[in-house]
């Protein structure tokens, strides 16, 4: 198990930042993230570069803007809210992980493939993308957790996490070729039914578009099509369910919020609901941003990264790396650092984030490793606080989520730090 574990930011900023073309994801990264293949989140060099081109114009893109000002308010008022409604007037307990991993998935499915698969709906029909995802993660966690010899034997055998490894991969190709498949159909007739006709990646890749160039092979696509629906569905499910629980334990910042929201927002009325009116003014939500940024910094989404050295090599703190030796950067020790953050890093504290001038402090990702660091920085960080502010907002202004009390709320042993166990809530009407 050759990793060097590190939270102190000078080792971060000189791995991901002065060094980060020495610092690569490497083979030893592919080999335990095979399933995302050639996809932005395993290349390295030349690949990732071009890769990162891709993605970097098509999130900067004018339509890609112009159509989530439309998707997110639209799938929050026909989907998040109607089911909200369904759960508190039936007075139901529910589990608000799960509900936000199908909000989160529908909204990851319809930017990506341009198609709404209404998971988020009254009856919650299964929904075999994030339980593949799921498992995958969990799988590939093992992976670096047990030695190299065991997980092969596993997977030779095909038992254990590596049995659901390859049904998850079975899952996923075969739910990307779907989408493939109606996007090319669609195209083809010039018809428009369960796929939604504006502007998305996969409508991008297929017809040639300045945003992607030459259409690639449809395993590229299948690739970076997973990368980009993991990047938006478990990340924003997982911020956005630590939140509500963190605000379940601070009531006065949640009164907070709900002032800020109702001092800054102009609402339009759904009925006896009210929901924000455009996705610009999200930029006015300081503290529900400084809330967010409190929530990533004690749980980011992604745990830990590592990397490895092409070279020999000496970090700031005096530790030596070789060829063989991994990197871990370990984001979730990073948050609860009192070096880095203070006596009171324990605290979930939005105020930290708000400088003496009323705006958003801005911390070296360095530190605040939620987004990751260096040329390999999130490119869709912007996009991840629109859609969770917006989710916020839209369920803080109109109802309470209450914590069932005497659950058992712990990560799960996973590359995404989701709860292990759900998060079970009731919803009750606020006003």
Known sequence: MDFLVTSDPEN??????????????????RK???????????????????????????????????SIAKIIPNQIEKGLIPFLKHVAEAEQVVDLQDL?????????SIVVCGYNPKSLSIGLPS?????AMDDAWKATFFRFVLPESMWKLQRWL?????????????????????????QRQQLKSGEHHDVDEGFNFLKCYLTGHQVTGPTPTDKLMRDNAIHMMLAIEDTSSTVLTWFFWNLSKNPHILNKIREELTRNLLLKEKGELRLPLNLKEMSKLVYLHAALCETLRLFPPVPFEFRTSTKRDTLPSGHRVNEKLKVMIFSYA???????????????????WITAEGRIKREPPSKFFAFISGPRICLGKDFAFTLTKATAASIILNYNVEVVPGQNVTP???????????????IKRWN
């Open 334 to 352: 990073m948050g609860r650092m009192r070096s880095t953050w203070g006596d009171d890093c324990h605290e979930f504290k939005p105020e930290r």
């Open 412 to 426: 799960k042993q996973s590359l995404i730090l989701q709860m292990k166990y759900g998060l079970m809530v009731r």
């Open 158 to 182: 095909q038992i254990g996490t590596e049995k659901k490894l390859r049904d998850a991969w079975k899952a996923l190709d075969d739910i990307l070729a779907d989408y493939i498949s109606m």
């Open 12 to 29: 971060v900023r000189y791995v991901m930042n002065t060094n980060s073309s020495t610092y690569i994801k490497g083979s030893e990264w």
């Open 127 to 131: 929904v075999p993308f994030p339980k």
């Open 32 to 66: 335990g993230f095979d399933i995302f293949g050639d996809s932005l989140y395993n290349s390295d060099f030349e690949a990732w570069k071009h890769n990162r081109k891709i993605f970097h114009a098509f999130l900067n893109h004018h339509e890609f803007h112009q």
């Open 100 to 108: 936000f991993v199908r909000h989160s998935f529908d909204l990851a």
